[in-house]
């Protein structure tokens, strides 16, 4: 009897490609996928730990898995990703403490377990004829191919891990420390891609720039003879413009470690797309400082000037931490103040939570009210409603091309060169390809046009 499976993925663009290897090892095990979960035999649950937030919209979830199991009682449900720190069944001796906490979970695998997978299931599911899976064995699950979301776009891990501590990140110790994936892999990836007719990559890490000189990579001989890994492999994958690749994107970057030898590239590089995602997290020197950010805002907004020197017109957009320990609103009024200096394309600002097993948490106070944090989300929301409007005007008029998403009762959504979502009327379905598109209506959020 054939059994599906549903996987529900919660979190960033890192957590979306892991999902895609998930599919693959699924898949060749003989699972089917299903967009229904009433409909599945296994329902996984890729997480996202980075706010506290994010494991308590999964722990709300297993309400529904109890009504599931009383219409399919062999039902198994398992979570990975970032909320995991041990492998493990509710069979095991030493179990992650997700298993403890709650009943309904019966596996949980750290992503980096996933070629372990098939051998959990079979333990579950005994009854079950696991297929022959190819990638069982391996040590690296980079090596597992991953079943590509889109055929025009794809999202190629780089690494994994951070070293960079920031006090309010579970990321070092849910995903360990930093390490870079051989660059010839990475390469191999990109072409099989391109070849198969992948018109975007977007380079994935916890912070690409860092790629191939963590503790980890310097402890290897890997990457000693390149003097910035990074820049180079941006050169090897741009070499694939000759084999159709169109656009290349990276994502994310800790501005420490933005150089300008990346710099030159992001304006030498035929396929680089003019856009950076370029976290500051706080305006203020002393908020930066406490966590662990290792720059201050003048040396953020002398980064900015180099890339906009050497990459005119380029988008860059940015995350901000409003109310972390002991934000003042003087603290917070640097952030405006930075904001209003900068004017990011863009702008994705949180409210400070607490995240157990951070530095913050443990050695910090969150004496910010609830309300004031509040507050001051809305008043930086107004800033950037208003800058990204302006922002947006200047493309009023301007042909972009657009490398269509989705199309759905006759509009068409995509991105533009500088990330920009760009939607248009269509009478056919462009999904997956490169179009022309006239800037009609400029809004606050996205660009809205029409077919050249």
Known sequence: MSRNYYIQTLGCQMNYSDSERIDAVLQNI????????????MILFNTCSIKQKAEDKVFGLMNKITQLRRERPHLITGITGCMIRKTSTRESEQ???IIKRISEVDMVFRIEDLPKLPSIVNTLWPDFEISELIEGNLDNYFQINPVYTSKAQAFVPIGTGCDNFCTYCIVPYSRHREKSRPMADIVKECENLVDNGCLEITLLGQNVNSYGISDHDKK???????????????????????RGLKRLRFTSNHPKDISDELIDAM??????????????????????????????????????KKLRDKVPGISITTDIIVGFCSETEE????????????????????QYSERKGTFAFKNLEDDVSHEEKKDRWHRLN????????ENN?????????????????GICEGRSEHFKTCTFESKEDLTGQLVKMKVVNPREWLLEGELV
Not at 331 to 350: G, R
Request: aromatic share 10%; glycine share 2%; hydrophobic share 35%.
């Open 331 to 350: 603290h917070f009024q640097d952030s405006i103040n930075l904001y209003k200096d900068i004017k990011w394309d863009m702008c994705y600002h949180s």
């Open 382 to 389: 107004e800033v950037l409603k208003t800058i990204a409007r």
């Open 393 to 409: 005007q200047k493309f009023k008029g301007q042909v972009v091309e657009v490398l269509v998403e989705k199309c759905r009762k």
């Open 220 to 242: 290897t001989s890997t990457f000693a003879k390149i003097e910035n890994p990074f820049v180079e492999l941006l050169r090897h994958v741009d070499q694939l413009k000759s």
């Open 267 to 304: 304006a030498e590089l035929e396929t680089l797309m003019p856009y950076l995602h370029l976290p500051v997290q706080s305006g203020n020197d002393d908020i930066l400082k406490k966590m662990n950010r290792n720059y201050t805002a003048d040396w953020y907004r002398e980064v900015v």
């Open 30 to 41: 003989g699972l089917n996928k299903t967009d229904n979960i009433n409909e599945a035999d």
């Open 95 to 97: 179990r992650d403490s």
